[in-house]
């Protein structure tokens, strides 16, 4: 076992902008291929490593000397003010078992494949009321606006039992997104009123739900949770806040990308509009390579961490890449192409082990309905402007376009 040696290296700038939006930046193949961990300096000033390896990453992610508690001196927040809110809203994705094993329970009990094989027609509607929305504006359209970002937040929020019509929705929707939370601009003082906005309007919820409880998860939680007194108002308020923010982002980048990733290499939206049983394992290969969550997962060793024969000490901050683990040419073959028939299924774009991401069955429907309606529905869907000429957002929670223009 060897000491890792910084010298000369010098730590690296993190994050690191993609030069293709539809693979993980070069720099990830690069630093793996000198080692399995690299050191780099964050956007807070604050050291950590980056973990580049498949089998490195999923390694860290199912080690129990691993923590994801946000409170660690070294905790490797990507942006200002993340580890202060995080430390005092304590959202379980920031938490240990025991302590983080209670929430996810909960949720976990909400969001089994037959539940969401259960959400499938509410969520078809979401889907072709937003297209009947898309058709009716257009052409031509902004895909992540018009399309996107809006069959995200209404799933989210009809996840918690708000419809579009209700006057909660715009309470909702109006205090997520990366500009509040996560984005690069962010400061603590913003993190800090968009948690407390969002939490206040998840309150009101909480009391409506109480007194006329619903058909929804989150009547249910304060049915079968808050009213026996298994969680606390303020957790379950963190809980659902945290459930929207983890929800909507991620979902809306990975519809857009996706929907541009098949509209930009040639044949493969036509290959899927010939052959509709291809589209589970499209989703599935487009989640591998678009990786848009691909550092939320964010870690400190507790122990003193051997990795692949480098030593992390006890402390320091680690943060384990998903889109460089799933464009490992160790374990994929030709990683930055597209192809459905791929042998190797095994990503980790929704993580790996205690922390595995909690919503990705929904995820999962809800991209296959969205994309299936899209190509049905809308089949002659192209892009106005190529590629290069989009802006990407690279230091929100979620990577992914700014906005889509199309047409059809
Ligand atoms: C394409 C869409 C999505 C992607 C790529 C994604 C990705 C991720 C990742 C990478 C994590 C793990 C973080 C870690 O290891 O620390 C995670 C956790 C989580 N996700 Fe997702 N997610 C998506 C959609 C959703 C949806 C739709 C929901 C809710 C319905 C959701 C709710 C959550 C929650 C609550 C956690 C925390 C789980 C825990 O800490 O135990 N996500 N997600």
């Known amino acids: 076992m060897t000491e890792f040696d910084t010298e000369g290296l010098g730590p690296q700038a993190f994050p690191v902008p993609r030069g293709c939006p539809f693979a993980a930046p070069e720099a ?26 498949y089998h490195e990453v999923r390694a860290v992610l199912a080690d129990p000397r691993v923590s994801a508690d946000v409170r660690h001196p070294n905790f490797p927040a990507l942006v200002q003010g993340e580890q202060e809110v995080g430390a005092e809203s304590r959202p379980f994705i920031r938490m240990d078992p ?59 929020c009809e996840l918690v039992g708000v419809r579009r019509a209700d006057p909660a929705f715009r309470r909702v929707t109006g205090t997520l997104g990366s500009q509040v939370f996560g984005g690069g ?14 939490s206040s309007v998840v309150d009101d919820l909480i009391a409506e739900r109480a007194a006329r409880p619903g058909e929804d998860l989150l009547s249910r939680l304060v049915v079968e949770q808050l009213n026996p007194g298994l969680v606390s108002r303020e957790e379950l308020v963190t809980t659902i806040a945290i459930l929207i923010v983890a929800g909507w982002e991620t979902t809306t980048n990975q519809i857009a990308l996706s ?28 989640l591998r390579a678009l990786s848009v969550g691909d550092s939320i997962a964010l870690r400190t060793a507790t122990e003193d961490l051997d990795i ?101």
């Open 259 to 286: 929907v541009l990733a098949l509209l930009h290499h040639p044949g493969l939206w036509e290959q899927l509009r010939a052959d509709y049983s291809l589209l589970p394992a499209a989703v599935e290969e487009l």
């Open 98 to 156: 025991p302590e983080h094993t209670r929430f996810r329970r909960m949720l976990l009990a909400e969001m089994t494949v037959r539940k969401a094989r259960r959400m499938r027609r509410d969520i078809q509607r979401v889907v072709d009321e937003r297209v009947d929305e898309l058709l009716a504006f257009g052409p031509p359209a902004d895909l992540v606006r018009h399309f996107a970002h809006a069959v995200s937040s209404t799933v989210m």
């Open 308 to 408: 692949g024969g480098h030593i992390i000490p006890a402390g320091d901050g680690i943060i384990p890449l998903l889109a460089a683990a799933n464009h490992d040419h160790n374990v994929f073959r030709e990683p930055d192409s597209i192809d459905f028939g791929r042998a190797e299924k095994k990503h980790v774009a929704f993580s790996y082990g205690v922390h595995q991401c909690v919503g990705q069955n929904i995820a999962r429907l809800e991209l296959n309905i969205a994309v299936g309606t899209l190509l049905d529905r809308v089949p002659t869907l192209r892009s106005t402007v190529h590629p290069e000429e989009i802006r990407f957002r690279h230091d929100g929670i979620a990577f992914g376009p700014e906005q889509l223009p199309v047409t059809w």
């Open 185 to 198: 601009s962010s400061t603590a003082e913003g993190a800090s009123e968009g948690v407390g906005a969002l």
């Open 28 to 53: 990830y193949r690069e630093w793996r291929e000198k080692g399995p961990v690299t050191r780099v300096t964050l956007p807070t000033g604050r050291a950590a490593w980056v973990v580049t390896g």
